[in-house]
């Protein structure tokens, strides 16, 4: 059984950075893509970014593109998610997430094992 566990959320001002990290047990960056998704009160559950099992290919969505960065410590089985000059809008619940396989835009649905969230609040 795979455990996904989601750190490094807060609440920062825009402009600021965060640093979002998503630990991993077992061995699951060798069969798992992984992806960061966000979850607005409100509003339906979005892709942030995606990266394969390789960490060959990655696609952000253009919200965050420029801005975030995603990265995997395989040897510590740990997925970050780099996030700066955040925004109001990025203000959500984040989530991190394993999938069989990545590709563009990925849906929630694709996702096998979930995290249980971090909140991420950015305020004007």
């Known amino acids: 059984q795979v455990q996904l566990v989601e750190s490094g959320g807060g609440l920062v001002q825009a402009g600021g950075s965060l640093r979002l990290s998503c630990a991993a047990s077992?061995?699951?960056?060798?069969?798992?893509?992984m992806t960061w998704f966000r979850q607005a009160p409100g509003k339906e559950r979005e892709l942030v970014v995606s990266?394969?099992?390789?960490?060959?290919?990655?696609y952000y969505a253009d919200s965050v593109r420029g801005r975030f960065v995603i990265s995997k410590d395989s040897p510590g089985n740990t997925v970050f998610l780099q996030m700066n000059n955040l925004k109001p809008e990025d203000t959500a619940v984040y989530f991190c997430?394993?999938?069989?396989?990545?590709?563009?835009?990925?849906?929630?649905?694709?996702?096998?094992?979930w995290g249980q969230g971090t909140q991420v609040t950015v305020s004007s």
């Open positions: 997430s394993a999938s069989l396989g990545v590709h563009g835009p990925m849906d929630p649905s694709e996702a096998v094992y």
């Open positions: 990266i394969s099992r390789t960490s060959a290919f990655i």
């Open positions: 077992g061995d699951i960056f060798s069969r798992y893509g």
